[in-house]
């Protein structure tokens, strides 16, 4: 293909891979409503039923909380792309499945929280952990492309900015899978921790990590 | 990030910010559709059955009715703003998040109402008041994030109005705990009357208190 | 509001008007594809199993059909559509409504043909006329409240253009009406015939009355 | 319709059809998520009950990547049109229709394989089969359609890349019914080979055939 002819391929995909990329989001993101139903219960016992399903509740709003990150992460990642290729396509559809699958290892923890066998607590942390580290392979692999595809890049971003969130991404995929194994082996609740403590981290650093006051500082002398 | 960096990034932002929005309240409006299912009768008894499935179908009516007040509400509001930020997109995505629970809660209450017992129609009046209570409050925080980040809200747009606005939410908070405590205490029609009058209100007041006929002149006499 | 907030107002509503639509569309013409799953049946019975689904098939196609002439129609109309404002909202949420119910009647009408009950069927045809008619109610709605606001229309679309698509919807209610009388009070097979035909005359209309050659030399020479 | 009325309607149409087209995909490709569980196993059978359902993953795997490779050649084709008519909207509508069905033939087939019965494993490659076959006719009247109305297509592509793009979708319809025949004749697991290789074969050329790197030599020297 010419010059030409991939400015305006280019041009029209970014906004269709990212108009696709959020009914993506949306869908994963409203999906578990589907589990918020009455519940079925006898007469005069609908309050001790609503509050039964717990584990479905908090399964819906971790899942939520956790797609709200991982699209405010993509939305400041394509502000910084210009062009997009079939490559970046594919980079992309990877990161929409592994977010896709999210909320099944989360409702598996929770149903399994919720009556508690130490052996099945191992099982849906380590499949959490598995689907966790997955989660942030997509984004490493997405970022590698975009550090290898520099004419893909908006002009204005540093050539270190996804250089850093390669970084960032395989944070995740270290600590996924180290907690993967500590809560396999040791106590489940390890895990957890991790488990919580990682959005938290991706959703402060979704502009990149230099916006981490601990870590700006440190950037921006060197 | 520079000025240049912000404007580049907002610009963008609030167009994706509305078409996921979109995304979202289309899924959230057409997801009770799922439990409109023909009836699982003795042949001869179909007519019976379609008109037994009357609650599912006033749960229908109800919901796609209060997520349609929230779309034009979202639309009038959004239509105010011309950059956004990090904080906006998370007081907009607690707002969907809000709004995707509204299906749960009329779901409860209309099959509640189908076998009528007290003791359960408490709880869900007092359920659904719960819901309708954080709806309001998550509108409060995104109205209240606007009066403080001027910044973000389009030039042409009152000091006042966002002000307004957070008075127009207040007031579904205040009367929402209230129809909860009314309804969970006496009878639950006096929730219900609430619950139907606050949709309205917000519908007619979806592009402000000002529209109000009663209200616009006072507001104007200022 | 003064006449450039309106004009501000109107150019992004029709936008977000459409983009919302088109979701809601998207997802009821994917809706019935989840009733479409391998059948329960015993080892070597796969290929009965998967034709006894016949009716369920048949929806699909039919609701598929349907809602795909609705989506064209709707684009023909909004391509002649300006600016919108609050009562179009409603008008516009009020077909969708009534096109998101079409898969329920036509599921009811299917699962009715492939046990044969003649008053289970005539209260199908019953139903899906009901259902029929209110869809074309809603547009009759729509296209009324066009042809009282020719300010919110494009400026190249004559005025007698919204009046005949009033005529054309009214047949619609008419037809629907008499095909569920028709259809409940003698043989059900007519109301099938009349709904069968209805779809394709709007398919084949969907860019006005004066596409169909029989009635274009008609009003071109009036 | 005169040439600016044409225009004007052709012009908005392509963004309403591709808008419409990525919410459809973005559903279809979600939709097996909703498979997606906790197994309902006794406390302490967690693991096995998650590796029993291999089926549901493998389906939902492939599915994925069908669905990720019709959109990469809806957004190719797309990109090469310029307006937008009836016609095509019902072509496209097609595509669409065939593609959302592809998900419950993987699903048969992924089922049948869990617990192998020879009859239901013929039945399920020739069903699967059909549908392929069905899907890539769809996109050969798309292509043809383009090929007839040649005032569609974006000017700067040469008149031969849609007499090209029909043989790649009439490789399809070919390869899908031997696929069928064999499969259901003989043994099962020479249609699956061909029906893993025709999406990898739809993947790598979704650009056109002239990308492959053993035919563009051959098409360049012509």
């Given at each position: 293909m010419d010059d030409h002819a991939f400015q305006t391929a280019g041009r029209a995909d970014t906004g269709r891979a990212v108009a696709f990329s959020d009914a993506v989001f949306a869908i994963i993101i409203t999906l578990?409503?589907?589990?918020?139903r009455p519940p079925d219960v006898e007469p005069g016992r609908l309050l001790s039923g609503l509050l039964q399903q717990w584990p479905t509740y908090l399964a819906y709003v971790t899942s939520y909380l956790y797609v709200g990150v991982v699209w405010t992460n993509h939305k400041a990642t394509f502000k910084r792309i210009h062009w997009t290729d079939r490559g970046l396509h594919w980079a992309n559809l990877g990161v929409l499945f592994t977010t896709a699958l999210l909320p099944f290892p989360t409702a598996v923890i929770s149903k399994t929280m919720s009556y508690g066998n130490l052996a099945d607590e191992r099982t849906a942390v380590g499949f959490y952990a598995l689907i966790g580290a997955l989660l942030c392979l997509s984004w490493l692999v997405f970022f590698h492309y975009l550090t290898r595809h520099r004419?893909?890049?908006?002009?204005?971003?540093?050539?270190?900015f996804f250089h850093d969130e390669r970084k960032r991404a395989f944070t995740g995929v270290a600590l996924y899978s180290l907690a993967g194994v500590l809560g396999s082996v040791t106590t489940p609740a390890v895990a957890l921790a991790i488990f919580l403590l990682l959005p938290v981290f991706y959703g402060l650093t979704?502009?990149?990590?230099?916006?981490l006051p601990i870590l700006s500082h440190r950037l921006r002398s060197q």
């Amino acid at each position: 293909m010419d010059d030409h002819a991939f400015q305006t391929a280019g041009r029209a995909d970014t906004g269709r891979a990212v108009a696709f990329s959020d009914a993506v989001f949306a869908i994963i993101i409203t999906l578990l409503v589907l589990d918020l139903r009455p519940p079925d219960v006898e007469p005069g016992r609908l309050l001790s039923g609503l509050l039964q399903q717990w584990p479905t509740y908090l399964a819906y709003v971790t899942s939520y909380l956790y797609v709200g990150v991982v699209w405010t992460n993509h939305k400041a990642t394509f502000k910084r792309i210009h062009w997009t290729d079939r490559g970046l396509h594919w980079a992309n559809l990877g990161v929409l499945f592994t977010t896709a699958l999210l909320p099944f290892p989360t409702a598996v923890i929770s149903k399994t929280m919720s009556y508690g066998n130490l052996a099945d607590e191992r099982t849906a942390v380590g499949f959490y952990a598995l689907i966790g580290a997955l989660l942030c392979l997509s984004w490493l692999v997405f970022f590698h492309y975009l550090t290898r595809h520099r004419e893909l890049v908006e002009k204005n971003v540093s050539e270190r900015f996804f250089h850093d969130e390669r970084k960032r991404a395989f944070t995740g995929v270290a600590l996924y899978s180290l907690a993967g194994v500590l809560g396999s082996v040791t106590t489940p609740a390890v895990a957890l921790a991790i488990f919580l403590l990682l959005p938290v981290f991706y959703g402060l650093t979704s502009e990149g990590l230099y916006e981490l006051p601990i870590l700006s500082h440190r950037l921006r002398s060197q």
